[in-house]
């Protein structure tokens, strides 16, 4: 089956830098990676997502960007804010499969 | 729309109880996983449903445990008998259709097995 790696496992940034966390895909055949948020106590919330047809996906301060050769992408946020304070989890569908395999998630550190 | 409804939102037991988990997709959607979350081993799909029939279930831990849709808007995560490391949050999620759709979780239940 599927194993997705998440690398750092909690990273501390200063208010308005760019934060960089990323992810390791076993399954070839992997062809959505969804990224979700989770704040403290509550659902784990869709930020962005890729497929396996594109390179990069943007939405205002979030970036994806995916690399099916290495088998890894990367969630990229700027000019971060304290909002952005939360657990952060990379998911990859293992290719033919519907459910989603996660990463063990980041937790995301905004310091003012 | 209410997105996807779980209930109850917290429940405490004790070992050896009965436990039933309750799940209602949001209108339409064709497709329902059941993951659970706990600390040690991040968040685990159990099982997920197509059109009310299970598709893969290799993700539920033992005999425990058990799933069912009976209908299109309804779906229970049964656990018996529980045990202390069944404590955990269990989402339920649902996606228009499977593959590349995006997946919208249940606020969950966090389940105590004490």
């Known amino acids: 089956g599927e194993n997705v790696e998440q690398h750092p496992s909690t990273l501390s940034v200063q208010e308005g830098d760019s934060a960089v966390i990323k992810c390791t895909y076993s399954?070839?055949?992997?062809?959505?990676f969804p990224w979700y948020k989770q704040e403290l106590g509550k659902r784990p919330q869709l930020i962005i997502d890729?497929?396996?047809?594109?390179g990069e996906k943007k939405d205002q301060r979030i970036a994806v960007t995916l690399n099916k050769t290495a088998k890894h992408f990367s969630l990229h946020i700027t000019e971060t804010q304290p909002e952005d304070s939360a657990v952060y989890f990379c998911?990859?569908?293992?290719?033919?499969?519907?459910?989603?395999?996660f990463g063990k998630g980041t937790h995301l550190i905004i310091q003012p | 729309d209410a997105g996807v409804i779980q209930s109850p939102r917290h429940e405490v037991t004790e070992m050896g109880q009965e436990v039933t988990l309750r799940c209602k997709p949001i209108?339409?959607?064709?497709?329902l996983f059941w993951y659970r979350q706990t600390m040690m081993r991040g968040l685990e799909l159990l099982i997920y449903?197509?059109?009310?029939?299970?598709?893969?279930d290799s993700g539920m831990p033992e005999d425990r445990f058990s799933a069912k849709m009976p209908n299109a808007s309804f779906s229970t995560l049964k656990i018996q008998p529980s045990e202390p490391r069944d404590s955990a949050v269990y989402f339920c999620?649902?996606?228009?259709?499977?593959?590349?759709?995006?997946?919208?979780f249940g606020p969950g239940t966090r389940l105590t097995v004490l």
């Open positions: 999620a649902s996606s228009l259709s499977g593959d590349t759709d995006t997946q919208y």
């Open positions: 399954d070839s055949a992997s062809n959505y």
């Open positions: 890729i497929r396996s047809n594109v």
């Open positions: 998911a990859a569908n293992g290719g033919g499969a519907d459910g989603l395999t």
């Open positions: 209108s339409g959607h064709d497709y």
């Open positions: 449903f197509n059109n009310n029939v299970p598709i893969d």
